[in-house]
Nanobody, 117 residues
Framework: QVQLVESGGGLVQPGGSLKLSCVVSGNIFSKDVMGWYRQAPGKQRELVAKITSDDSTNYADSVKGRFTVSRDNAKNTVYLQMNSLKPEDTAVYYC???????????WGKGTLVTVSS
């Protein structure tokens, strides 16, 4: 059974930085796509960033140039470095493992990021 556990959320002032981590139990395959999504209060869940096994990345326009997604395959961990945080980045951030090639989709329970002075 694949499990995803996020960590690293918290309260940060505008302009600050946080680094989220997502540890994946079980194997990660070359066709898997890892991603970070977020859901703000009263809003739908949205894609923040994705990364493939060959380190190809994709970002939401709202975070380009501020957030960086990366992965450490040896540690089965995906990261989201968030810089220049804004109040509108406040949300619960979820880690996702897209295994649609096998008909599976896995989610972590989320970690709360609050950007406020």
């Amino acid at each position: 059974q694949v499990q995803l556990v996020e960590s690293g959320g918290g309260l940060v002032q505008p302009g600050g930085s946080l680094k989220l981590s997502c540890v994946v139990s079980g194997n990660i395959f070359s066709k898997d796509v890892m991603g970070w999504y977020r859901q703000a209060p009263g809003k739908q869940r949205e894609l923040v960033a994705k990364i493939t096994s060959d380190d190809s990345t994709n970002y939401a326009d709202s975070v380009k140039g501020r957030f960086t997604v990366s992965r450490d395959n040896a540690k089965n961990t995906v990261y989201l470095q968030m810089n220049s945080l804004k109040p509108e980045d406040t949300a619960v951030y979820y880690c996702n493992l897209d295994r649609s090639w096998w008909g599976r989709d896995y989610w972590g329970k989320g970690t709360l990021v609050t950007v406020s002075s």
